[in-house]
Each structure stands twice: as structure tokens, then as C-alpha cells.
């Protein structure tokens, strides 16, 4: 191969292009990025980030300089002269994935603030917004995936946390003094923020659809416990209902005055039924905010919720709009077999967008393992290497350390074996006929580490 294209240059894309030059590929390397920066770390964003209490400088001067002088100049979509990389703001230097000894190394031309709309398969070919064309021999794709929202335009003070951009704009929002703020959504991403809004002295709501939060992931008995966590950390928890509308502020008539007396969303902007109680929609719609400030979030039981801040967390969706119109199979991700390729050889698809054998993982480890194994199969233009890695994901929540590693059956049942819940710190065993399958510990590292160590041997025994 002349040329490698990664499309994504977050997590996945970077370990992606760390992965071609370690296994030997020498040639053009180009990196296509939506969001006009360097790859950064976005675990903190709904943590530290948002309970940080000082704005860190944007700019760091060397970076920058550093940046610019390892890589090549763009051209200027509007004049057609050359300009420097969009990327002169880094993101907060405690974020980034990379240096510019890095960069360097890597050698590679980041093309950021520019996303890719198709892949022009006979011309082997990928397709930016800005009208060029990248030929390409080999494509890596990373696009990741983006928050899911609400349908119907966002009124202000409604947020999604998924980006850097994101987070800075809800950060904005908590710091103007206490909010009520509800948090629709009970996964990690709702629990994290909940937990961080707590710490910032916010009154918190959480609105979970299901009967416990985090039900889907650690099973009855574990979901239990996190609804705990939210209660003895301070925020209340309500279960079992969906959301029915958000009520708002209308924005400023001519005369400047706000009319108060618009209360509620309309009928065609309130969310949908689903079994999740949340629309499963993507919202079509990216447009300012023209619909005022929000005020309340509506239940479907009928109750009513003030709010100043409301956090959507109701789950990801891939990114692969821009793949409509070639062979490659998507649905919930683009569909790979076990070594992360896809329908053509000369396609791998790598973290949250990749579907990989059947399952799409939201991990971080998923996101810097999958690389070295689709790579390794792009190289060779065929599966050589399924992934084995192991499952594993971790969350802090209102001071307490969440970890699991395995696969949790649907009908397995749960062993304490060291600590005890009551107590805030302990690892469970997932067990199913009469063996280990997967561990949960809160707070357990140590007892931890040795199941998930265990797991991963029995899992490469049984390969």
C-alpha cells in the first residue's frame, strides 16, 4: 500500500496510525478528523473536566509551534493559499493523546476540522466536506459515534456530553451558581455527570427509563447497588419513566421581553414512546437554539421537573451517515468480522463505529486494542488475527471506582467474593455453570486486577 487513510482522529484513529507505523507501513498516511483537534482523552470530560473550578489555558505556545513545524500547511478552502493546520487551538493539555515528538514521528498529514462524506469505492477514494478527494489504497475507520438526542430543536441549557465542545458549553452552564439540574439518562456517562454535578453543589435529578440504571451492562443485582450510589451520593433517582417533553422560556419577543407564558414544548417535539421510554431517534436537526431557555422537564407519568440545566445521556449513535451508498454493511456500526474487516479487505473498521463480529463496544480499552489486530489485517489484505481481547470498562461515580472485565451472561448469577457492598467496597463474580465469566469490584483494584488476569487466561486457553 502507497497510501493509508484513517478516517477519525480520535482515540482509535491515533492507536490506528500508531499501529501502521510500528508494523512497518511506510507510506502516505493521512488523518481525517471532524473536530478540529489533536487527539484528546475523553473519559474526564464528564468527570475532572467539569468539576475542574479553573479554566485551563486553551493555548500552550510550544505545542502549537511545535505542532506546526511537524506538520505540513492545508490550503485555505477559500482562497485556495496555504494556511496553517486548524488545529492552532490544542485542546487542554491535560486531554491530549499526543506531543509533537509524536506527531512527528508519526509522520502523517492530519487533515482536522474536515469531515469525510463518502468513499468513493471505485476510485478508491475518500471524500471531504470541502470538496477534495483523498486516493487512497487502505482505509481505517474511526469516525467513532455521537451523542444521541432529543428530537426537535435544543432550547439553551440542554446539553449532550460527548465532545470537548461539549463539555466546555456545559461547564459554562454549572458555573453560573446552583442549578436544578436533571440528567435524563442513567448510563455511565448520566451517572458520571450526575456524580460531578453533586460535587459541584448542584441540586441533581437522574431520570431512568428502565427499573434500575445500568441494568443492560451488570445485571440486577450490581444495577442495584449504582441506584445507591446516586442515593447516598445526593442526587435523587427516579426509575421506571421516560421523558415526555422539556417546557421553556420562550426566547425574547421584538419588544425584548420574554414571554414566560409558553410553558411546553409542542406535540411534535415531544420524544416518542420506546421501550427505553426515550426516543431512539437521532435528531435530524442541528440548528441554534431559537426555542428559549428550558424550565422543566415533563415525565410520561405526568410529573414535572424544574430545571436550569438538563443533561441528555441516553446513549451513542455510530457515526457512518457518510459510508450511505457503498457495499459495506452497516447497521448499529459498520459490521466487521473478528479481525475488524470489512466487506472489502482494503476497509477496517475500528472502535465505537465497528461492529466487530456481532458486538459494538463503547470502551476505551475496545477503542486502543482493536487497531494492532485491524491493521495488522489491512496490511496483509485478509483476516490473519481475530481480536481476543478481553471486555473491560471503568466508571467513577460520587468517589467510588466501578471496573468490569468479562462477559456477563444473561442468567448468571453473582458471587461476593471479597468485601462486602455495605460496606462501599467489594469485587463480584459473574458465575454461569459453574465458572467464571466475568468480575465487577467497586473500589477492590487489587482483587480486581487478579480476577480480570484470571479471566483473560481462561480466555485464551479456550481460544
Not at 468480522?337 to 463505529?353: E, F, I, M, P, R
Request: glycine share 10%; hydrophobic share 40%.
Amino acid at each position: 500500500m502507497n497510501t493509508v487513510t484513517v478516517v477519525g482522529a480520535s482515540l482509535a484513529g491515533l492507536y490506528a496510525a500508531r499501529e501502521l507505523r510500528a508494523q512497518g507501513f511506510d507510506g502516505r498516511l493521512v488523518m481525517v478528523g471532524a473536530e478540529p483537534y489533536l487527539p484528546y482523552d475523553r473519559p474526564p470530560l464528564s468527570k475532572s473536566f467539569l468539576t475542574a473550578t479553573a479554566t485551563t489555558a486553551v493555548t500552550d505556545a510550544s505545542t502549537i509551534t511545535a505542532l506546526d513545524a511537524a506538520t505540513p500547511t492545508v490550503t485555505d478552502r477559500a482562497t485556495g493559499t496555504a494556511a496553517h493546520p486548524p488545529y492552532a487551538s490544542a485542546p487542554e493539555d491535560h486531554l491530549a493523546l499526543t506531543d509533537p515528538e509524536e506527531i512527528a514521528d508519526l509522520a502523517a498529514e492530519w487533515l482536522l476540522g474536515t469531515r469525510a462524506t463518502g468513499l468513493d469505492q471505485r476510485g478508491r477514494a475518500v471524500l471531504l466536506d470541502d470538496g477534495r478527494t483523498v486516493v487512497t489504497d487502505g482505509v481505517v475507520v474511526a469516525t467513532g459515534a455521537s451523542a444521541r438526542r432529543l428530537p426537535g430543536p435544543q432550547p439553551a441549557g440542554v446539553h449532550t456530553l460527548r465532545t470537548l465542545a461539549d463539555a466546555r458549553a456545559l461547564r459554562a452552564d454549572l458555573t453560573c451558581g446552583p442549578r436544578r439540574v436533571v440528567v435524563i439518562g442513567g448510563g455511565f456517562i448520566g451517572a458520571e455527570t450526575a456524580s460531578s454535578c453533586v460535587a459541584l453543589g448542584h441540586d441533581v435529578t437522574v431520570v431512568e427509563a428502565a427499573p434500575l440504571p445500568l441494568l443492560p451492562q451488570l445485571g440486577p443485582d450490581m444495577a442495584l447497588f449504582c441506584a445507591d450510589l446516586h442515593r447516598k451520593g445526593g442526587a435523587r433517582l427516579l426509575t421506571g419513566t421516560g421523558v415526555a417533553g422539556l417546557h421553556r422560556m420562550a426566547p425574547a419577543s421584538a419588544s425584548g421581553v420574554a414571554d414566560p407564558g409558553t410553558p411546553r414544548l409542542g406535540p411534535s417535539n415531544r420524544a416518542p414512546s420506546s421501550p427505553s421510554g426515550i426516543s431512539d431517534r437521532p435528531d435530524p436537526s442541528d440548528r441554534p437554539d431559537l426555542s428559549g431557555h428550558v424550565t422543566a422537564v415533563e415525565l410520561s407519568d405526568g410529573r414535572v421537573l424544574p430545571a436550569d440545566v438538563v443533561v441528555v445521556g441516553i446513549g451513542a449513535v455510530p457515526n457512518t451517515s457518510w459510508l450511505s451508498g457503498t457495499s459495506l454493511t452497516v447497521s448499529d456500526g459498520v459490521l466487521c468480522d473478528g479481525g475488524c474487516v470489512t466487506s472489502l479487505a482494503q476497509v477496517v473498521a475500528v472502535g465505537d463505529v465497528a461492529r466487530v463480529d456481532g458486538v459494538r463496544a463503547e470502551h476505551w480499552t475496545s477503542a486502543t486494542e482493536q487497531p494492532r489486530v485491524a491493521v495488522r489485517n489491512l496490511l496483509a489484505a485478509r483476516t490473519v488475527e481475530p481480536v481476543a481481547a478481553l471486555p473491560y470498562f471503568w466508571s467513577d461515580q460520587y468517589g467510588s471506582r466501578i471496573q468490569f472485565a468479562g462477559h456477563r451472561l444473561a442468567d448468571a448469577t453473582v458471587r461476593i467474593a471479597e468485601g462486602s457492598p455495605d460496606d462501599g467496597g467489594f469485587l463480584a463474580l459473574y458465575e454461569h455453570a459453574g465458572r467464571v465469566t466475568a468480575a465487577l469490584a467497586v473500589d477492590c483494584p487489587r482483587p480486581f486486577m487478579r480476577a480480570r488476569r484470571e479471566l483473560r487466561v481462561r480466555q485464551a486457553t479456550a481460544a
